[in-house]
């Protein structure tokens, strides 16, 4: 199936008039224009904005999240809108993003679940000086660790190190592991079911993705 097909692009391009294909010089693809959208979430008001942005889009999506640039300057290259070195937009954590794009893994659920979310708040935030509606994360390592941290319902980086390093082995091998979450038992029999939210991740990339993100994350290790 051709990346198109997958990511079901005729689709998008139909509902995003103003977005369109450009060249792309590193394979994948690239979408870029303006993106507008309504949203809304319990508490706060409706929003409707548009931003100018550049999609890129790897041939292994989904486990390879697409890459987001706001190209309008509607938002600060300020810490507090969690701007990326690279000015990329930080949507969150690599594992909160593959659980979210698993919805609905296309170019539209992507833009529903991942950057629309993250676009509302900023908007929110510019317009009305709300905090990031759905939460943000600290910078760096740390945040990473807390959001693994809520997502699994363990504590401590080498308990998230643990799972991700997990999410790398065979499932048979990583069951007779120690399981991360202190219950003293091997994974597989875990009391607390943490075996069967993990398996749930084993569904969204390859082993191989997972132990090329242990080592990119926690380099230091």
Known sequence: MSLMSKIKLEDFLDKHR???IKPSKNGGLIVEGKLYFTAKTDGYREVKDFYKIRIKVSNNFPSAIPEVEEIGNKVPRKEEYHINPDNTLCLGASLRLLQLL??????????????????YGISLKKQDGEELVFGELAHGEKGIIDEYEKIFGITGKDSVKQIIKMLSMKKRVANKQLCPCGCKNRLGKCSKKLNIKINQFRHFAARSWYKKYEQETFKEA
């Open 102 to 119: 698993s919805r609905d893994p296309t170019l539209e659920g992507f833009v529903e679940y991942c950057l629309i979310p993250y676009l």
């Open 18 to 20: 103003s977005m369109s």
